[in-house]
C-alpha cells in the first residue's frame, strides 16, 4: 500500500513537469519541486477534494461530473499558493487546462502501465 502511494507520487511529479513542459504559463522550479508539490497535491486530495465534492454536489450533477475538473483545479490553485515561488500557474484558465491534462495522462498511464503490471502477477 505504502510503495503504491509512492508511485501514484511520483507519476503525478512526472505529470506535473510533462504540463510545465508543455504550458508556458505553469512553471516548476525543478523535480524536487514536483514532487513536493505532488505530495502536497495528493494530501489535498484526500483531506480538501471529498469537501468541495459534497459541497458542490448539485453543480457536479448537473454538469455530469465535469465540475470536477474545477474541483481539480481549485487543488491545483491551493498546491500553488503552499509552494510559493516554486510552483507557478499563471490563472485559473491554466489550472483547469492543468488539471484536465493531468486527468487524461493519469488515466493513460494507469490503463497503459500500471494495469498491465498489476495483471502480470
Known amino acids: 500500500m505504502l510503495l503504491r502511494g ?16 508543455y504550458i508556458d504559463t505553469f512553471h516548476l522550479e525543478s523535480v524536487s519541486a514536483a514532487i513536493i508539490a505532488s ?12 469537501v468541495l465534492i459534497l459541497l458542490t454536489l448539485p453543480v457536479t450533477f448537473l454538469t455530469l461530473g ?41 488515466a493513460l498511464i494507469q490503463r497503459v502501465i500500471v494495469e498491465p503490471l498489476q495483471n502480470r502477477r
Open 39 to 50: 505530495l502536497i497535491l495528493s494530501i489535498l486530495n484526500v483531506f480538501v477534494k471529498p
Open 66 to 106: 465535469l465540475f470536477l475538473f474545477v474541483i481539480n483545479a481549485i487543488t491545483l490553485m491551493i498546491t500553488q499558493s503552499v509552494m510559493g515561488d516554486s510552483f507557478n500557474i499563471d490563472g485559473f484558465g491554466t489550472a483547469l487546462l492543468a488539471s484536465v491534462i493531468m486527468s487524461l495522462l493519469n
Open 6 to 21: 509512492i508511485i501514484s507520487i511520483l507519476i503525478n511529479a512526472l505529470v506535473l513537469i510533462v504540463i510545465a513542459g
